[in-house]
């Protein structure tokens, strides 16, 4: 419900961070929730994903977007995990379980 109300208030204004924010939130959880093994670690990359994004739409909320993307970086997945993938960073990433596609951090 809440990813449906995000999109609504982004389809009328792209650039409103607390509704990025919001979707990129309801991303994670459901990530958290369907996946299991590095997807499960890989659904923080969606927060942080999200939490750029809002920084760079609305500057509103580049203070909240700054501690929600440093709060989900002590989760994503470890460079040993990424290195046994042949994930580099800057790559682009598919979280299978939701179909989410993410930068590699």
Do not use: H
């Amino acid at each position: 419900t809440a990813r449906n109300y995000a999109d609504k208030a982004l389809a009328l204004n792209s650039r409103n961070g607390y509704a990025i924010l919001i979707k990129g939130n309801a991303l994670y959880k459901m990530a958290r929730a369907k996946c299991s093994g590095f997807d499960k670690k890989a659904a923080a990359w969606i927060m942080m994903d999200y939490a750029l994004k809002a920084k760079n739409a609305d500057g509103r909320v580049a203070g909240q977007a700054n501690r929600t993307y440093n709060r989900y970086a002590a989760y994503k997945p470890g460079q040993e995990d990424t290195f046994m993938l042949g994930l580099k960073k800057g790559q682009s990433y598919t979280i299978k379980c939701v179909g989410v596609n993410v930068t590699v951090r």
